[in-house]
């Protein structure tokens, strides 16, 4: 599989980094509350139970609770941000409930998707590395592919390896700089109330559990909106207009 040899379409970065903070101010309430709603009180409950588990070990199940929890608000999380953000880009008008019941919809195959990918990725991997990057990129915008455009988990791996297919260096430089500021953002946090200790020692605390939790909570959705800024540049002049938006999100 070659890199950005099969198409010699312009792709700008910067417009996908305006567009989904653009994205984010115009949606903000909206994004907020879902991020508290599906993200961050699961990790609370999550928090809880590390917190209690030294007093008792019967909250270790408040924990798994809290980690169950977290991982199917996230997916619910991007399935609800997907729709919402091309919504948004396309000058549409969200309506909640019907946000929320196609994430419930496609909350399966998005389980099922991200599980493929990251084996994909995963044995890809092994192969001296390369193969499992390229793979990823290939499949960048397949979860948004899945939810957006309402394919199955197959086609939305093709429709993704179609669209960047001759995009994957520009997308793995947007990749770089958002993970380079988001560590950098992170640890920060972490140096400046104390959980940087636990980052290195490679044994948690509570401060690091929580600050982890709390950047999650800012990180996910920006980076479903991302993703989604990403898939509607990669889509182009498709005739997704307003009507087709309709269409999809009738």
């Not at 909206?30 to 508290?36: E, G, R, Y």
């Not at 197959?154 to 520009?170: I, K, M, N, Q």
Request: net charge neutral; aromatic share 10%.
């Amino acid at each position: 599989m070659n890199i950005d040899t099969a198409s010699t379409r312009v792709f700008d970065i910067g417009e996908v980094l305006s567009d989904t903070f653009a994205v984010i101010g115009r949606a903000f309430v909206l994004l907020a509350n879902v991020s508290v709603m599906l993200i961050a009180i699961p990790a609370v409950v999550r928090i809880a139970g590390v917190v209690l588990t030294p007093l008792s070990p019967a909250f270790t199940l408040l924990s798994a609770l809290g980690t169950l929890a977290t991982a199917v608000g996230v997916l619910l999380a991007y399935g609800v941000i997907f729709q919402l953000a091309m919504q948004d880009l396309h000058g549409q008008s969200p309506q909640t409930e019907a946000l929320f019941k196609l994430a419930f919809r496609k909350f399966l195959p998005l389980l099922g998707l991200t599980i493929l990918l990251g084996i994909g990725v995963f044995l890809g991997c092994l192969l001296l590395v390369v193969p499992g990057f390229i793979l990823a990129l290939a499949w960048a915008v397949a979860m948004p592919a899945l939810v957006i455009e309402d394919r199955g988990v197959f086609s939305a791996f093709r429709r993704s390896a179609e669209l960047t297919r001759g995009r994957r260096w520009s997308i793995f430089l947007l990749w770089f700089l958002v993970f380079v500021i988001s560590a950098v953002i992170e640890l920060v946090l972490l140096a400046v109330f104390g959980g940087f200790h636990g980052l290195v020692s490679r044994e948690p605390s509570v401060t690091t559990t929580v600050l982890s939790s709390l950047f999650s909570v800012l990180s996910i959705p920006f980076g479903a909106v991302l993703n989604t800024a990403l898939f509607n540049r990669l889509r182009g002049n498709e005739g997704y207009g307003a009507e087709a938006v309709a269409e999809v999100f009738a």
